[in-house]
């Protein structure tokens, strides 16, 4: 029985890769983002064009350099864009910088809080709007029937199905769907986000040791 749960589950796996690979073949837009870590290549989605045009805006104007993942959560997510943080002191307290404007929301049933996506950012406000330049890479967990309880719970809304079978099988973080703007995955480098997410962190989720942002580099689909 073990055997075949195993080849289900790299049957499954495959599928989502080759989706993967099609989705991101079929965008206009992917970003390299380079860290002291490694690389993580991520592609944007056409389906979200204020937060993709926002973030390769942010891009081409080198605001993200040197700028620091400044929350680190192991099992959920690692987070960057705080303008204060290319300067900030060892002991600083970071997550509050911003650009002075906020982003509306887009949300899109299809996308959904799985392990790679990237998603922006935001306060407590009632329009569920984006910051302006926050983001961060979902790690997750690996996900049952309790992680979809108490999403309900938070959320008041079902997972759907087919979210479900991913979340069992890669890990994500569902209690996040529809309430964050997902607008991009990584397709090459998670590797580099599970070591960035296993980094020693202060009682604030602020890496002990500098993870910074030293570029990121956007290709356009020809």
């Known amino acids: 029985m073990s055997a075949v749960n195993n080849q289900m589950t790299k049957f499954l796996l495959l599928i989502m890769m080759l989706w993967v690979a099609i989705n991101s073949h ?10 002291n870590y490694g690389n993580i290549k991520v592609v944007l989605f056409d389906e979200t064009p204020l937060h993709r045009d926002n973030f390769i805006k942010l891009v081409n104007e080198h605001f993200y350099d040197s ?17 204060t943080s290319k300067t900030a002191k060892d002991t600083a307290m970071l ?6 404007y906020t982003i509306p929301a887009e949300f899109n049933p299809k996308l959904f809080h799985k ?45 759907p199905e087919d979210h479900k079978k991913v979340y069992r099988k890669i890990g994500g973080i569902p209690h996040l769907d529809m309430n964050y703007t997902i607008y991009g995955e990584v ?34 689909k020809k």
């Open 67 to 83: 700028l620091l993942f400044h929350r680190v959560i192991k099992g959920f997510v690692i987070q960057g864009g705080d303008p």
């Open 187 to 220: 397709i090459k480098g998670m590797k580099v986000v599970d070591k960035i997410a296993a980094v020693k962190t202060d009682k604030n989720d602020r890496p002990m040791e500098a993870v910074r942002i030293k570029t990121i580099q956007l290709i356009k």
């Open 95 to 100: 997550g509050e910088g911003d650009l002075g």
């Open 115 to 159: 392990k790679g996506v990237l998603a922006q950012a935001r306060d407590d406000n009632p329009q569920k709007a984006s910051s302006a330049c926050q983001f961060y890479i979902v790690q997750g967990k690996v996900a049952n029937d309790s992680t979809f309880i108490k999403a309900k719970k938070r959320t008041g809304n079902d997972t």
């Open 26 to 35: 079929a965008q206009t837009y992917q970003a390299i983002i380079k860290t």
